[in-house]
């Protein structure tokens, strides 16, 4: 790093154009993350943070909570097989309220749970859902950017019936809607209100959620009838909409490692070009190839380093500005992932520089044609 | 001019098989044998004769000059003595060691400890200071910093720059970092020093100086010179004088 360093000193315009360079690299990456994350958290963060190992859906349905419809004694049927740890219904519904003395209508998903369940999302303000209380509900925080506050009164609609807010929860929304978490009858009696609805199933419920091992769940789909099992992974990457936003934020994202990758060993190479005489004079002295490569991979490195650091400043700084309607999350895990990522893309596009070092003539670099 | 004289350098750590660029050394052995040597070059379908069956022997605090125009082989002869170029036929030992039994590696050691290089151009490394520079060659050693400093500011000393040291390469003139350069070639306490038209890029009355710094170092450290030059000057100061044409040897008159 001796020379390393002098050079990044002496040649500060040279180095610094290249470092921001890679800090714009570096900036877009995270940025590309951020809203990749985001799209994703928005999506299906109920399902993200659902307390269970495994969902169990109707035959047939796969795996979307929509299309699902079993019989609350489903419940009990998986809770009986060997290896289940525990279980709990789950009824989910799209709806659309309006919150009383406002005008403005609120598309939200809703999950039923049973308010005792391992299913109860944690609260941040106000309290949680409570059996005796049907008509309470807990809603995600987002809901909050429409106005909605504790205590307020919800109307569904077109229906007109009423739900009390009793509670905030956080990180909880499904199909990019925030989640309005209610009892098990309240919803029944929501998305089967029309008669027939639910067929002959007498006590409906969307799915059953399960905490249990693989082999739990392999003995579930095999001894409870007319049901399907999904591990909740699966259950997320099914969500209507969520593998194609998901997957075309992350081919870009590849494209741009790729083209990171290539930028940084055009940039590198050229700078060792532009030291090959220098090089060959350094070997005519004594210097050997792992020296001279050494000095190098350390200033790729620490170039990098910085880079990542400032696009990464550059990132926390745009996410403390960007409107909220903007699905952006960026963390502190994924920000260093990425940048680990980067570092390696930026040693790889030292090899092509290292290949050049290796055959630096030191007869040619000091000029011995005699 | 630069007769600075070489005090002894104290707890210096001369390299491998050296005395200490102070150190008187016995001019028993020959530092360097060059024996029958042959160098030819492809080029296209035929072959070129670089060097024929030269011979020469130098020992330690000697000074030799090599004259010859360009495309002589001068050049060559110290590509192959410096271990950066093989030979076709014919031996070269330096310091004791047939550098054709010597691996890459151990030449690499060998030119990093034992050599040192005067090129025409100072070569310098530009976003180094003059101390940076000299530096180079026990950096490359993993001579500890404080015997580094020591022995740069030494060596500059020894060039007439020592209130320059803190200068880049490109805020010295020509002959400044030409002088750098010598300083650089001696920091290392080498046995033999090769200098290939050493005062090419200068004017003569710097050239003149640079050449009379390396004749009184050779003298008083025992450090011998083996000068590749058109320069007559260069002729006069030098123990020995040879003459190579179309690669054959052959001793001179100054």
New interface residues.
């Given amino acids: 790093m001796?020379?390393a360093l002098?050079?990044l000193?002496?040649?500060r315009l040279r180095y610094g154009l290249i470092g921001a360079i890679l800090a714009l690299v570096a900036w877009l990456v995270f940025l590309l993350s951020g809203l990749a994350n985001g799209l994703a958290t928005d999506n299906g963060s109920a399902i993200q943070h659902l307390n269970a190992d495994y969902v169990v859906f109707q035959s047939g349905a796969r795996t979307l909570l929509h299309r699902s419809i079993l019989p609350m004694q489903t419940v009990q049927a998986v809770k009986q097989v060997s290896g289940v740890q525990d279980a709990a219904p789950l009824g989910q519904f799209t709806i659309t309220v309006q919150r009383v003395g406002s005008s403005e209508q609120i598309d939200a998903t809703v999950l039923a749970i049973d308010p005792t369940s391992f299913l109860a999302p944690p609260i941040i303000t106000g309290t949680g859902l409570d059996s005796a209380n049907q008509n309470g509900v807990v809603l995600d925080r987002t809901a909050q950017r429409h106005g909605v506050k504790l205590g307020d009164t919800l109307k569904v609609m077109p229906a007109g019936q009423e739900m009390t807010v009793v509670g905030f929860t956080e990180g909880q929304t499904y199909s990019h809607l925030p989640v309005i978490y209610m009892d098990i009858p309240l919803w029944q009696s929501l998305r089967f209100a029309a008669p027939g609805s639910a067929g002959a199933i007498t006590d409906p419920i969307s799915a059953v959620a399960v905490k249990m091992d693989s082999a739990a769940a392999a003995r579930v789909a095999a001894d409870v009838p007319g049901v399907e099992v999904a591990t909740k992974d699966s259950t997320l990457q099914n969500l209507p909409g969520y593998k194609e936003e998901t997957g075309s934020v992350n081919m870009i994202q590849a494209f741009l490692f790729i083209i990171a990758a290539f930028i940084m060993a055009a940039f590198f190479y050229v700078l060792t070009l532009q030291k090959s005489?220098?090089f060959g004079?350094?070997?005519?002295?004594?210097?050997?190839t792992r020296?001279l490569a050494r000095d190098l991979v350390g200033q790729v490195l620490l170039m990098t380093i910085v880079g990542v650091i400032v696009g990464a400043l550059l990132s926390y700084a745009v996410a403390a500005i960007i409107p909220a309607a903007v699905p952006f999350a960026l963390s502190t895990g994924l920000v260093v992932v990425y940048g680990g990522v980067l570092l390696l893309v930026a040693l790889a596009g030292t090899l092509l520089s290292l290949f050049q070092i290796a055959r630096v003539d030191?007869?040619v670099a000091?000029?011995?044609?005699? | 001019m630069h007769s600075v004289p070489l005090v002894n350098s104290g707890g210096g750590q001369p390299g491998p098989g050296n005395a200490g660029w102070n150190g008187a050394r016995p001019a028993a052995n020959p530092v360097l044998l060059v024996r029958e040597l042959v160098k030819e070059y492809k080029v296209g379908d035929g072959t070129v004769t670089a060097l024929r069956r030269v011979n020469l022997a130098v020992f330690a605090g000697q000074v030799i000059a090599v004259r010859g125009r360009s495309g002589a082989g001068k050049t060559t002869l110290l590509n192959l003595i410096a271990g950066l170029d093989d030979p076709t036929h014919g031996l070269v030992v330096l310091f004791g060691h047939d550098l054709a039994k010597l691996s890459e590696r151990q030449r690499t050691e060998m030119r990093r400890t034992e050599l040192g290089f005067v090129f025409q151009a100072a070569h310098l490394v530009p976003a180094l200071t003059a101390r940076e520079n000299v530096e180079v060659p026990m950096r490359l050693a993993k001579v500890a910093r404080t015997e580094r400093e020591r022995r740069s500011h030494e060596a500059l000393s020894l060039v007439g720059l020592a209130e320059r040291e803190q200068h880049r390469a490109p805020e010295l003139s020509g002959g400044e970092q030409q002088r750098v350069a010598i300083a650089r070639a001696l920091v290392h306490a080498p046995r033999l020093v090769l200098a290939d038209e050493p005062t090419g890029n200068l004017d003569s009355h710097t050239g003149h100086a640079i050449l009379d710094l390396m004749r009184n170092v050779a003298h008083q450290a025992g450090i011998a010179f083996i000068i590749t030059t058109h320069d007559p000057a260069a002729s006069a100061m030098a123990d020995a004088v040879y003459d190579i044409n179309d690669g054959v040897l052959t001793p001179g008159q100054r």
């Fill in positions: 001796f020379l002098r050079e000193r002496h040649s005489n220098q004079v350094l070997k005519a002295l004594g210097a050997s020296f030191a007869l000091i000029g011995r044609v005699d």
